[in-house]
């Protein structure tokens, strides 16, 4: 997902010789995310990361703020007490996202003679927060634990610099717009910025009750606490476009009841799981919070945000990615991207956008980067994956929840998606899809590793395009089998057999031109000049994935992602430590992806490999363990597992980002097999087993037409799986085979 600066044909010939040139827009490894540990909230386009105290501290390199549609809308909160910081307490987000909570108290202050005024540990400060349409709503109780009263100057500073998102990852402007004079009232200061792009974008930030002083960077509350007494102040940082108009005004109350509200009502639509594993309940239980605080009600239905702080926005390949791993707990999140991504098809070649009919999105930008073209993500169609994936999942939909009215009126856009796949993606008319971008400002690596040297040969050369990946000619595959379903369901037998056709032709083709019997397993890609790319990397287990691989292949690629020198004990490397450019610190060449790993063990339960899914499951699961909230990260460092030690953390992933919090998900469903047959009202577990670390699995509402069923799932001593319905709603049949 990062972007790039340099083509793969603009390279030198010897890797040894390389000047690397810094990436226009990639996100610069200045300071550590995970050193932060920032405290993230969301709600639909609005995000925001905090330090512990609650506080936003602005300095080079710091992402903390207030988000709106790509913009800061505050860039620093400072809270200080008689000019001191509080000491921190505690510092948690609710199970639910919800909510964050910092417990504060005073240090030791002294008076301008250094002598001791007040002792620690006497003023307790509570900060409550969370966000609610476009506003982040505070309130702080302060309380006197004193025995005698006490006089408290609380001071907040603030400040918005209406940053673009990509200036705060470290993008350079000649010339910014212009910075207004803020408007000062008796409880309120605006701040306000109009970008070069025309457009008025304002921070609005409300006191209850008015400050004692109140400035341009600052507000000041001087308190007279009696023993055991709390004074509540309320504040609201309201982000509004000058276009849009003034946003209603929620008292905190309210909004904080409709805030939570909303996000029950969300999840609820999901399956629930519940273990004999209280840790495992525990991440999983953060990992659906997650997924539904990243999902954005866009007008076409729900749709899950790609990750904080960089990604929270469209992305086609990660939400597709995502709404597959989730729908069989959740399917209308399928619908819902599906239809936006339908909505957003490509009708036209645009070269700056990469775009050519047929295509689907890859990345959504509002900011006034990409407003004034600045940068090309305003709606850029640079990934070669998405289209055949938007039509696989059409599929995996279908197959879900029998819903043929939703995929007819999809099916002209699944059309326009494989004639993409036929022309364009395949421009040379070899078989397979290849990538190159457009224009010099594009994305150069199109397929989900996009660094500029994920894709190489043995020696270490970067790859000339255009280049074909093993994975894209996978998930072509498998769409072209779904489009086959489709077009049967729909009574099209004569398009489905052609359908089905191509995909056999393609099996045939990618073999020969993939498997390396060398390596024991699938090449990378082929380069421009069709020679492959002969180096070991989970891009193969793609291949696993969608069924493209011959049953005959299946045990060496399963042999070779297990080997020591590519499974690192914690999970899947993105490539084998054997292989040239291996580095366990770079973001594609040596790192572990939760959703790499659970796409890959879907691949293995595919091909019966259950031991092996197992044994993925549990590494990744027990890294969760060491992660702060447990909460899985984009991608961490592919160092070897040491005993006692926990996985060696990425120092800029997003966390949450919502295609790893899907992960597990995943992974739980390809452990129990779990399938559905929505015309004859049946759920399905096919040779179902369950993972050393779990005993006992509940499944409340698996959903079908016409009715939910509570699912019960233990493990026997020669680890057999007992399956039994719990509870029904509805004529729900269930199914266990082996």
């Given at each position: 997902m990062t972007p790039i600066a340099a083509d793969a044909g603009e390279e030198p010939s010897h890797p040894e010789a390389e000047v690397l040139q810094p990436a226009p827009f990639v996100i610069p490894a200045?300071?550590?995310l995970h050193e932060r540990r920032p405290r993230t909230l969301k709600h639909g386009d609005t995000f925001a990361l905090f330090d512990h105290n609650g506080d936003a501290l602005f300095a080079p390199g710091s992402p903390e703020g207030i988000y709106h549609r790509d913009t800061r809308h505050l860039s620093h909160l400072y809270l200080t007490i008689f000019g001191a910081r509080p000491i921190l307490l505690s510092s948690t987000v609710r199970d639910d996202n919800a909510v964050l909570t910092c417990?504060?108290?005073?240090?030791?202050?002294?008076?301008?003679?250094n002598r001791l005024a007040l002792d620690h540990d006497l003023i307790h400060i509570r900060r409550l927060r969370f966000l609610w349409n476009a506003t982040c709503f505070e309130r702080l109780l302060i309380r006197n634990f004193h025995e005698r009263t006490c006089t408290i100057r609380l001071e907040l500073a603030f400040a918005a610099d209406f940053a673009d998102l990509f200036e705060v990852r470290g993008a350079r402007r000649a010339r910014r717009g212009?910075?207004?004079p803020p408007e000062i009232g008796k409880a309120a200061v605006t701040l306000s910025y109009t970008g070069l792009d025309g457009l008025r974008r304002s921070t609005s930030i409300r006191f209850e009750p008015a400050p004692a002083q109140l400035a341009a960077d600052r507000a000041v509350f001087e308190l007279s606490l009696a023993p055991r007494k709390i004074c509540p102040i309320f504040m609201e940082i309201r982000c509004q476009n000058g276009s849009e108009g003034q946003h209603t005004r929620h008292n905190f109350f309210g909004a904080l009841r409709e805030a939570r509200r909303a996000l029950r009502l969300s999840s609820s639509r999901a399956t629930a799981i519940t273990t004999s594993n209280e840790l495992f309940n525990e991440a999983i239980r953060r990992s659906v919070?997650?997924?539904y605080m990243l999902m954005t009600d866009l007008p076409q239905g729900p749709f899950p945000y790609a990750g904080i702080p960089w990604f929270s926005t469209v992305f086609g390949r990660d939400s597709l990615i995502t709404a597959w791993s989730l729908l069989w707990i959740d399917p209308h999140i399928a619908r819902g991207v599906l239809e936006y991504l339908a909505c957003h098809q490509a009708t036209s070649v645009d070269h700056a956008a990469d775009a050519e009919p047929g295509k689907i999105l890859h990345e959504v930008r509002r900011g006034e980067m990409a407003e004034l073209g600045e940068v090309p993500f305003r709606h850029y169609y640079g990934s070669v994956d998405s289209t055949p994936l938007f039509v696989l999942l059409a599929?995996?939909?279908?197959?879900?929840?029998?819903?043929?009215?939703t995929i007819r009126g999809l099916w002209p856009h699944i059309e326009a998606a494989l004639r993409w796949i036929e022309t364009y993606g395949d421009a040379d008319q070899d078989g397979f899809v290849e990538y190159y971008r457009r224009t010099p400002d594009g994305l150069a690596n199109q397929g989900w590793k996009d660094s500029r040297d994920s894709v190489?040969?043995?020696?270490?050369r970067l790859a000339r395009g255009p280049i074909a990946l093993v994975e894209v000619?996978?998930?072509v595959y498998g769409a072209w089998q779904a489009a086959a379903d489709i077009a049967r369901a729909l009574g099209d037998h004569a398009r489905a057999d052609a359908l089905s056709n191509k995909a056999a032709l393609l099996r045939e083709r990618f073999d020969a031109a993939f498997f390396d019997e060398e390596l024991g397993t699938y090449v990378l890609a082929l380069d421009g000049d069709k020679k492959p790319c002969r180096v070991r990397t989970s891009n193969a287990g793609h291949a696993l994935f969608t069924g493209i691989a011959r049953p005959e292949r299946a045990k060496a690629v399963v042999d070779t992602l297990m080997a020591a020198s590519s499974f690192s004990g914690w999970g899947i490397r993105t490539l084998d430590s054997g292989e040239k450019r291996f580095n366990p610190?770079?973001?594609?060449n040596g790192s572990v992806w939760p959703h790499d790993n659970a796409l890959i063990t879907a691949g293995f339960a595919r091909y019966g490999f259950r031991r092996e899914v197992a044994r993925t499951f549990t590494g990744l699961f027990e890294a969760s363990n060491y992660v702060d909230l447990r909460r899985l990260p984009e991608l961490f460092c592919g160092f070897p597992r040491q005993r006692t030690r926990g996985p060696t953390l990425y120092p800029v992933a997003c966390s949450p980002q919502a295609w790893a919090a899907a992960a597990p998900i995943s992974m739980l469903q390809s452990c129990l097999g779990i399938g559905f047959d929505p015309a004859a009202c049946t759920v399905t577990f096919d040779s179902p087993f369950l993972p050393p670390f779990l005993d006992t699995v509940l499944l409340r509402r698996l959903s079908v037409p016409g009715g939910t069923i509570d699912v019960k799932l233990r493990s026997t001593g020669a680890r057999e799986v007992i399956v039994e319905a719990v509870e029904r709603q509805g004529n729900v049949r269930l199914v266990t085979t082996s």
């Open positions: 200045a300071a550590s417990d504060l108290t005073n240090p030791d202050l002294y008076d301008r003679d212009e910075l207004h919070s997650d997924l599929g995996a939909y279908l197959r879900r929840t029998g819903d043929l009215d190489f040969h043995a020696d270490g000619q996978a998930y610190m770079s973001y594609h």
